[in-house]
């Protein structure tokens, strides 16, 4: 596997939470590992300050891949 050398920022295109979950899609985007165009879906869970969840990245060189995926937000920590 094939990893960026250099981190990018990814637009969110769409995303809502209700009923204590997320949902949302990422533009599309020139994955790493193919060089090639894909769009990206996520799904996850907020529990807390903790948000767990699933993607599934779709593109015509790589096909389907999915995963999980987490984040926590830390307090006292100040937004980029």
């Given at each position: 596997?094939?990893?960026?050398?250099q981190a990018q920022s990814l637009r969110?295109?769409?995303?809502?939470?209700?009923?204590?979950?997320?949902?949302?899609?990422?533009?599309?985007?020139?994955?790493?590992?193919?060089?090639?165009?894909?769009?990206?879906?996520f799904t996850g869970a907020i529990v807390g300050d903790t948000i767990r969840?699933?993607?599934?990245?779709?593109?015509?060189?790589?096909?389907?891949?999915?995963?999980?995926?987490?984040?926590?937000?830390?307090?006292?920590?100040?937004?980029?």
């Open positions: 596997m094939v990893h960026a050398r969110i295109d769409f995303v809502n939470v209700s009923f204590g979950g997320v949902r949302g899609v990422l533009e599309p985007y020139i994955a790493p590992d193919c060089k090639c165009t894909v769009t990206t879906r969840g699933t993607f599934i990245t779709r593109g015509d060189v790589i096909g389907i891949r999915d995963g999980v995926w987490f984040m926590v937000r830390r307090s006292g920590q100040p937004a980029p």
